[in-house]
C-alpha cells in the first residue's frame, strides 16, 4: 500500500509572519510617496486618532520600548509630524502629539489602512474576522 505524504499542518505564526511582511510590502507601495520607514508609519497610524499619547504609551500601541523608540520619534520631530510636550500634572511625562502637518499625514496612512484591510476582508463572513481578531488579541497578550 501507498501512502501520500501529507504536509504538516502550517504554523499560524508562520502564516502571520509572512501575513504582516505581504502586508508591509502592500503599505509600503502605498505610502512611497511619505518617504517615511515602516516603524514610522506604525507611529503615526497609532497617533491617526488624535489623541496624544506618552513615550510609553506609544511604545506599547507599536510594539516597541521607548529606548527603541526615540530615534522614530526623534526623526518625525523633525519632519514636523509630532511634538513632544509636558503632560499636564506630571512633568517628568512626555506627551506625544500630532501637529497639524501629522495630521494630515497620519490621515493618508489611516486611509491606506483602511483600504487595504478592506479589500484583504472583503467577502469574509462575520465570524471569520471575528476570530482573527480574537487570534490577534491572544497574540498580543502573549507579548505582553
Known amino acids: 500500500m501507498v501512502t ?5 499542518v502550517q504554523s499560524a505564526l508562520l502564516a502571520l509572519q509572512r501575513a504582516t511582511h505581504a502586508t508591509l510590502q502592500l503599505i509600503a507601495a502605498e505610502l512611497v510617496d511619505l518617504d517615511l520607514t515602516a516603524s514610522e508609519v506604525n507611529v503615526m497610524a497609532n497617533l491617526a486618532d488624535g489623541q496624544g499619547r506618552t513615550v510609553s504609551q506609544v511604545g506599547r500601541a507599536v510594539g516597541a520600548r521607548p529606548t527603541t523608540l526615540t530615534s522614530v520619534l526623534d526623526r518625525l520631530e523633525r ?42 476582508l472583503e467577502g469574509l463572513p462575520p465570524n471569520a474576522i471575528a476570530g482573527f481578531y480574537t487570534v490577534l488579541s491572544a497574540l498580543t497578550k502573549e507579548g505582553e
Open 79 to 120: 519632519r514636523g509630524y509630532i511634538s513632544r510636550g509636558m503632560r499636564a500634572g506630571d512633568r517628568r511625562s512626555v506627551l506625544i502629539e500630532l501637529t497639524d502637518s501629522g495630521r494630515g499625514t497620519a490621515a493618508v496612512i489611516e486611509k491606506a489602512f483602511a483600504d487595504l484591510e478592506r479589500r484583504a
Open 4 to 8: 501520500e505524504s501529507v504536509e504538516p
